[in-house]
C-alpha cells in the first residue's frame, strides 16, 4: 500500500491551510501521525506496514517535514498547484512513485480519521479487483430537496416545490456526499488514465464515515470548530478515574 498525501501550498479560502496550528502541531502533521500509527496496527499477528508514503506539494516547509519522516516528497509543478487543476491529473504526475501498490490517499484536511477506520477500508479493498475504487462519504443531512434560493428581498423559494411533501428527512432517501477522507485505488486504474476529476472510476463503492472523521478544513472559521474538537478527543483519551 502507497499512501498519497496531496497538499498544495495556497488555498484561495485558506492560504498556507496546511501548514496552520491545530492543537500545537501543523495541519498535515495529524495526517502524518495518522500514517505512522497505521504502520503499528497488527493484525491476526503480522503488521501492516505501509510500503511508502509519498508526499506531493509546492511548499517547501510541507515537503521538508514529509523528507523528515522519510517519506518520498514530490515537488509538485505550478500548472497542478492552481484552484482548476484535477486531482486526477495531480495523481498521474505522482504515478511513477506508486510502483503497482494499491494507493490510498489521504487529504491533510481531515485531521479527525481514526486509524481502525483507515485500515478497515484497505484490509476490505486489497487483493480485489473489483471495485476499483473506494471513496470515503459522509450521510448528507441537509438533503437537497430542502434546499432554497434566494430572490429580491431575500424571498426564500423551494427549488423542489415539486418535492414538498417529502420535505421530512425521514421520508427521503439517504444520500451521501464525499468527505475527502478517505480515497483507495488500484495504482493500475491511475496509470491508465481510468481515474476522472471527481476521482470516479468504473467501479467507485462507497465507504461511509462518522461525521466527526468527515469533518473537512476548508475555510479559516472550520479551524474553531477543529479547536473543538480535538479538545474533546483529547479529553475522551484522557481514562477517568475509579
Known amino acids: 500500500m502507497t499512501f498519497f498525501v496531496p497538499a ?11 501548514t496552520a496550528n491545530l492543537s500545537g502541531k501543523p495541519l498535515i502533521a495529524h495526517t502524518f501521525d495518522l500514517i505512522d ?27 521538508s517535514m514529509a523528507s523528515q519522516r522519510g517519506y518520498e516528497a514530490v515537488s509538485r509543478p505550478e500548472r497542478l498547484c492552481t484552484s482548476t487543476a484535477k486531482m486526477s491529473d495531480v495523481l498521474c504526475h505522482a504515478v511513477s512513485h506508486f510502483s503497482d501498490d494499491d494507493v490510498c490517499v489521504l487529504y491533510p484536511t481531515n485531521p479527525f480519521r481514526r486509524a481502525a477506520t483507515v485500515m478497515s477500508a484497505i ?33 426564500l423559494a423551494l427549488n423542489r ?15 451521501y456526499r464525499a468527505n475527502g477522507a478517505l480515497y483507495l485505488f488500484h495504482s493500475k486504474t491511475i496509470m491508465n488514465g481510468d481515474v476522472d476529476a471527481q ?3 468504473e467501479d467507485t463503492r462507497g465507504y461511509i464515515m462518522d461525521a466527526v472523521e468527515s469533518f473537512e478544513i476548508d475555510e479559516p472559521e472550520d479551524m474553531v470548530m477543529a479547536f473543538a474538537l480535538a479538545q474533546i478527543n483529547a479529553l475522551e483519551a484522557i481514562p477517568c478515574r475509579p
Do not use: C, W
Open 199 to 201: 476521482l470516479f472510476t
Open 161 to 175: 416545490p415539486d418535492m414538498v411533501h417529502v420535505y421530512q428527512s425521514q421520508m427521503q432517501d439517504a444520500e
Open 8 to 18: 498544495r501550498r495556497n488555498s484561495e479560502r485558506f492560504p498556507r491551510k496546511n
Open 123 to 155: 484490509l476490505a479493498f486489497a487483493g480485489t479487483t473489483s471495485p476499483t475504487s473506494v471513496m470515503g462519504v459522509e450521510k448528507v443531512i441537509q438533503r437537497p430537496v430542502g434546499l432554497m434560493s434566494m430572490g429580491h428581498l431575500n424571498k
Open 37 to 63: 500509527e497505521l504502520a503499528l496496527i497488527r493484525d491476526a499477528g503480522r503488521v501492516l506496514m505501509p510500503t511508502k508514503t509519498v508526499v506531493s506539494s509546492d511548499d517547501d516547509d510541507v515537503l
